[in-house]
């Protein structure tokens, strides 16, 4: 049984819940009011959502699903919990990957059962922004508040990414049609500029949308870096982007002379030819850009709390993904200790899926070896990973039935505030009921080992 | 005719929508099995709203339909396609040592098969 809201209002069979956050993107919108027929176990309205969000609360409905599979056939919680832990600590080299739509409170609980097992962990962050967690400590990044940037910004880029699509509020929150203290007049107060490669449903609303020829962001931020330094550009940049020298100029100009300026950037550039190099580039322009006015450069990011698993994973071990514990500490190594690569090499002899898919987002070669290898998976939803998996939980849906913390794209944590009720587990109940139960079989593994050796010293 | 076309997966409301109600259902394979052409390169290759093409990239390929776009939206030489089951298809499974196989900029040769 979960936790019911505590900020919430009830007459009769119909309740409100207000300041309900909605964890559908990294926008994290935390001033949803939502109305519940709790008896139809029902959201039958959400204030202030946008098109994700609606569908996200007005179609939520617990399906009735076994509590877990076994191999496809119906099982307990428990007996799915055992089959679980049989796997992970016979496995030599498990991994857990995913955990981008569940809590910090289940993302921390992840990172120790990986310790002990001494395996990989790797949140979607590898598939998303993970390029930029690379480049980000090699150049480090100028960075703000989402709040901070809505009462200051007047110069608004967004480069590589649709938030009207990805991110619908994100205009009416934080960056364009938003009130700020020192930007009253909301869009008036502030220029957009979109750069893209195609004419996506986020540019009717800015004042300038520069077009780059696809596969050439690398080139034209480092062509708008050296301009700004005023160094010489070759004009060759121009048939090499698709921009020409005015318009760089131009920007360049923009840049320079605004009060405050962000440049937001999505996955056009870090899921491109490039891909750290290109985040690392964007990243140094709003760093060099200080040179002048103040500047921020910061992802957009997509899941609802693929931030907060970069930050628990950090907070824990030092890196934000991709680190592997066989060695007794954590390494980090991108390329290696990533899930993709560890699925696509077959070095993954197990694996635990926390609230993601990659059996449907995952490169057919990695979605191959997910097929041979025993495979566990914690969802609220049937996916296509819980399809290949050997064992299959039904979890409780976060920020709908389970309460916990999840950290906004700026790095800014929001407690979530539950509207109904569930009967399945939630994540973080799951992982500990595997982590304690792990942990007796190491035990027993340990002491049948050293039973072992002082019999064969003995004879 | 093969064309060769760079593809761009990205994010679609739609998309979006269909994945939170279940990725089993119509209206999101519907939003991941269209690409979207521009529509001078379809009337160059012979291609209507509706029909089906085969987009093979270097580690898969996959069937889709297909529907025109302006020049104005979408330029020549590319094309664009929701993210889905389709897209991992064509995904690299090289990561370059960084974690993330290539995703967007996708080179596929387009051949019309209905």
């Given at each position: 049984m979960m936790r019911v809201a505590e900020k919430a209002k009830s007459e009769g069979n119909i309740k409100i819940v207000e300041d309900a956050t909605c964890?559908?993107?990294?926008?994290?919108?935390?001033d949803m009011v939502l109305t519940v027929d709790v008896d139809a176990k029902k959201i039958t309205k959400a204030k202030n959502a946008c098109v994700l969000g609606k569908a996200l609360f007005l179609n939520y409905e617990e399906e009735d699903r076994p509590f877990a599979l076994i191999g496809g056939k119906e099982a307990t919680t428990a007996e799915a919990v055992e089959e679980a832990a049989q796997i992970l600590a016979n496995a030599r080299f498990p991994i857990i990957y995913g955990m981008?739509?569940?809590?910090c409170e289940t993302q921390r609980k992840a990172v120790g059962l990986m310790d002990m097992l001494g395996g990989t962990i790797d949140s979607t962050t590898s598939v998303c922004h993970g390029p930029t967690g690379m480049a980000l400590q090699g150049v480090g990044e100028s960075t703000a508040t989402l709040g901070e940037i809505k009462n200051r910004a007047d110069l608004v880029i967004y480069w590589?990414?649709?938030?009207?699509?990805?991110?619908?509020r994100h205009f009416a929150r934080y960056a364009v049609t938003a009130k700020g203290?020192?930007?009253?007049n909301r869009k008036k107060d502030r220029t957009i500029v979109n750069i893209d490669v195609r004419h996506t449903k986020?540019?009717?609303?800015?004042d300038i949308f520069i077009q780059v020829k696809p596969g050439a962001d690398f080139e034209l931020l480092w062509a708008l870096r050296a301009l700004v330094k005023n160094r010489h550009v070759d004009p060759n940049i121009e048939k090499k982007t698709g921009v020409s020298m005015k318009t760089m100029k131009d920007l360049v100009e923009r840049m320079k002379n605004c009060r405050y300026g962000v440049l937001f950037f999505g996955m056009?550039?870090?899921?491109?030819?490039?891909r750290h190099f290109n985040s690392a580039a964007i990243l140094s322009l709003g760093s060099d850009l200080n040179e002048y006015t103040h500047f921020i450069a910061t992802p957009m990011r997509g899941h609802g709390n693929v931030t907060g698993a970069d930050t628990v994973v950090a907070w824990q071990?030092?890196?934000?993904?991709?680190?592997?514990?066989?060695?007794g500490y954590p390494k980090f190594n991108p390329g290696e200790f990533t899930a993709t690569d560890m699925f696509v090499r077959g070095d993954a002899d197990a694996g635990l899926i926390l609230a993601s898919d990659p059996g449907s987002n995952f490169t057919q070669a990695a979605v191959d070896h997910m097929k041979k290898i025993p495979m566990i998976v914690l969802d609220p939803k049937y996916t296509h990973t819980a399809k290949l998996a050997r064992v299959a939980f039904t979890t409780a849906h976060y920020g709908i039935n389970v309460p916990g913390t999840a950290y906004r794209s700026d790095g800014v944590p929001i407690e979530l505030r539950t509207c109904l009720d569930s009967k399945y587990p939630s994540d973080e109940e799951v992982i500990t009921a595997i982590y304690r139960r792990v942990e007796q079989l190491l035990i027993a593994k340990k002491r049948s080992k050293g039973a072992n050796n002082k019999r064969q010293k003995a004879a | 005719m093969d064309k060769t076309m760079i593809l761009v997966p990205g994010r679609t409301t739609k998309q979006g929508v269909g994945l939170i109600d279940s990725k089993f259902k119509k209206d999101y394979r519907e939003a991941t099995t269209t690409v979207e052409i521009n529509v001078e390169d379809m009337a160059r290759l012979g291609l209507e709203d509706g029909c089906k093409v085969k987009l093979r990239s270097a580690d898969g390929v996959v069937t889709v339909k297909c529907t025109g776009r302006r020049t104005e939206d979408l330029p020549p030489g590319l094309m664009f396609i929701a993210y889905g089951p389709p897209t991992s298809k064509l995904m690299?499974?090289?990561?370059?040592?960084?974690?993330?196989?290539?995703?967007?900029?996708l080179e596929v040769e387009l051949k019309r098969v209905s």
């Open positions: 964890t559908f993107c990294g926008c994290l919108c935390d981008s739509d569940t809590t590589g990414g649709n938030p009207a699509e990805s991110l619908p203290m020192y930007t009253p986020s540019v009717p609303v800015a056009g550039l870090t899921m491109t030819r490039g071990t030092g890196y934000p993904f991709g680190v592997n514990f066989s060695r | 690299g499974k090289d990561t370059a040592a960084s974690g993330m196989p290539l995703s967007k900029h």
